[in-house]
């Protein structure tokens, strides 16, 4: 099993920036894709960002491309989310994920571990 914690959710004006961190323990040596996901209120969730373990590939879902940035430190087992340019509708609970498979592009079907979440919200 793997455990997934997020943090650096908040609130922010639009323009803004945050940055959201998932620490991962456990069996992590067994990941090969690590992503974020996103889920707005009566919205499905989406994919946002993935990435192979040592790297490339990378992944962006176009909503978010030029404006996010994913990224890792495998020292710290830490993946983080760079958010900028934040409009009110990245507002969502966003979600940590990893996956033992190999295809790492963002969709809930090719992630099998998920963190509990953390909150961003971004007013106009």
């Known amino acids: 099993q793997v455990q997934l914690v997020e943090s650096g959710g908040g609130s922010v004006q639009s323009g803004g920036s945050l940055r959201l961190s998932c620490a991962a323990s456990g069996a992590i040596y067994n990941t090969y894709c690590l992503g974020w996901f996103r889920q707005a209120p009566g919205k499905e969730r989406e994919g946002v960002a993935g990435q192979y373990i040592r790297g490339d590939p990378t992944y962006y879902a176009d909503s978010v491309q030029g404006r996010f940035t994913i990224s890792q430190d495998r020292a710290k087992n830490t993946l983080y989310l760079q958010m900028s340019s934040l409009k009110p509708e990245d507002t969502a609970m966003y979600y940590c994920?990893?996956?033992?498979?190999?295809?790492?592009?963002?969709?809930?079907?090719?992630?099998?571990?998920w963190g509990q979440g953390t909150q961003v919200t971004v007013s106009s």
């Open positions: 994920a990893a996956s033992s498979g190999s295809y790492c592009y963002p969709h809930e079907l090719n992630y099998g571990y």
